[in-house]
């Protein structure tokens, strides 16, 4: 079965501090990725998204992801949060039949 | 463009009642899925239609729980009878269909059963 791994279930950063939050799928075939973020209290949003060309993929509020096929991983970055960028971040994966797997998330809480 | 629709925000209820939740998805978009989300069991896939057919029921934890979608602009996610460990936050999501196009979520029910 597919499945996503978010091995960072918690982190605490302080403003200014570079972000990465890992992200690995078990699935060989072609695969769409998403990063999703959820703000305290409210529902998913989806911050960016890879499907194909490059992969390295941009999205809203100043992230960014890295599609790595060789290492089944799609990273998320961002070279200085805020304290705005507390929330739940969710990867996904979605596979031919158009399922979506979700990671069990990995919390945010950046300290102003 | 109103997105997801979701009602309602907060339903309370005692055990043994039935509750009834409802979504609508966005226009044009013909896959929607129903999540649960609890802090110990993190996002659930419940069960997920496309073309308005159940396509995958297998995360729908027992017969309490069914799911219909009569149209491609109605569903809804019914608990009979509720339990107390049904208490989660309940999202619906809905897609275009196609591997690239992204779920949209709609705001989610809160779900409190005493």
């Known amino acids: 079965a597919q499945s996503v791994s978010q091995h960072n279930h918690h982190v605490i950063l302080s403003e200014a501090a570079s972000l990465e939050l890992g992200c690995n799928y078990s699935?060989?075939?072609?695969?769409?990725l998403f990063w999703y973020v959820q703000y305290p209290g409210q529902h998913l949003q989806l911050l960016l998204k890879?499907?194909?060309?490059?992969?390295l993929v941009k999205g809203i509020k100043g992230f960014e992801a890295e599609f790595i096929k060789s290492k089944f991983s799609f990273n998320l970055r961002k070279p200085s949060v805020q304290w705005s960028d507390t929330a739940e971040y969710f990867c996904?994966?979605?596979?031919?039949?158009?399922?979506?797997?979700f990671g069990t998330g990995t919390s945010l809480t950046v300290i102003p | 463009d109103a997105g997801v629709i979701q009602s309602p925000r907060h339903e309370v209820t005692e055990m043994g009642q039935e509750v009834t939740l409802r979504c609508k998805p966005i226009?044009?978009?013909?896959?929607l899925f129903w999540y649960r989300q609890t802090m110990m069991r993190g996002l659930e896939l419940l069960i997920y239609?496309?073309?308005?057919?159940?396509?995958?029921d297998s995360g729908m934890p027992e017969d309490r729980f069914s799911a219909k979608m009569p149209n491609a602009s109605f569903s809804t996610l019914k608990i009979q009878p509720s339990e107390p460990r049904d208490s989660a936050v309940y999202f619906c999501?809905?897609?275009?269909?196609?591997?690239?196009?992204?779920?949209?979520f709609g705001n989610g029910t809160r779900l409190t059963v005493t």
């Open positions: 999501a809905s897609s275009l269909g196609t591997g690239s196009s992204p779920l949209h």
């Open positions: 699935y060989g075939g072609t695969v769409n």
């Open positions: 890879y499907f194909s060309g490059d992969p």
């Open positions: 996904a994966v979605n596979a031919p039949g158009n399922q979506f797997y």
């Open positions: 226009s044009g978009h013909n896959s």
């Open positions: 239609f496309n073309n308005n057919v159940p396509i995958d």
